[in-house]
């Protein structure tokens, strides 16, 4: 079970340059999500999708935009890298169900420098 | 807005021993789902235990449990018998009934170091 697969593991990007982060799951979860992960905080959600075509922002969206044309791929992108970006970037999926719990990808730690 | 808060920022526990991890949330919700991850130093997150709130019965699952108290607001993790593997940053989460995972609110959390 390969679960939920982010690319890359790591990645160091100037100021202004763009990305994608890419995340891919195959358990046929309905829902995604990306999340950011700053040094001693928790986690915050930047944007998440309850299934193909349909998106919608979270708490820290801003500077992100994502898309989901399948339901196994979500990917993330930074158009502008700022030096607030760099962070640990997190792809979570789930099944509707309340009670669900996440399931994680191994994360993406970006710098930008 | 939801609140989570985990009011250790660091714990250690010995080898063998048994240790309890706070946390507390804030909401209004009867109905909700709380949960227990363990991140630990390769970075992924992976699901310990979780409680729905409607359940009084505490959820086990093998050596960690916990305790939850719904008037008091305080979802506690105890892990016993604890292992060198039980090393992680441990978060609390919260999410209410209705929304579905976009509404999952995070604590900051707790790192749990275990001394052999």
């Known amino acids: 079970n390969a679960g939920v697969t982010q690319t890359p593991k790591f990645r160091i990007l100037k100021i202004g340059q763009s990305m994608t982060l890419q995340c891919t799951q195959d358990m046929n979860h309905n829902y995604m999500y990306w999340y950011r992960q700053d040094p001693g905080m928790g986690l915050k959600l930047i944007y998440y999708s309850v299934g193909a075509g349909i998106t919608d922002k979270g708490e820290v969206p801003n500077g992100y935009n994502v898309s989901r044309s399948t339901t196994e791929d979500f990917p993330l992108r930074l158009e502008l890298a700022a030096p607030s970006q760099t962070s640990v970037y997190f792809c979570a999926s789930s099944y509707a169900e309340e009670n669900s719990p996440l399931h994680f990808g191994n994360g993406t730690r970006l710098t930008v420098t | 807005a939801q609140t989570v808060t985990q009011s250790q920022p660091e714990m250690s526990v010995q080898e063998a021993e048994t240790v309890t991890l706070s946390c507390t949330y804030d909401?209004?919700?009867?109905?909700?789902?709380l949960f227990w991850y363990k991140q630990p130093p390769s970075r992924q997150m992976i699901l310990v235990i979780r409680?729905?709130?409607?359940?009084?019965q505490n959820a086990t699952e093998n050596r960690f449990s916990v305790n939850f108290q719904k008037a008091a607001k305080s979802f506690s993790l105890k892990i016993s018998d604890s292992q060198l593997g039980d090393a992680a940053m441990y978060f609390c989460?919260?999410?209410?009934?209705?929304?579905?995972?976009?509404?999952?609110?995070f604590g900051k959390g707790t790192k749990l170091t275990v001394n052999p």
């Open positions: 909401t209004s919700e009867s109905d909700y789902y």
């Open positions: 409680q729905e709130a409607y359940k009084q």
């Open positions: 989460a919260y999410r209410p009934p209705q929304g579905g995972s976009e509404k999952l609110v």
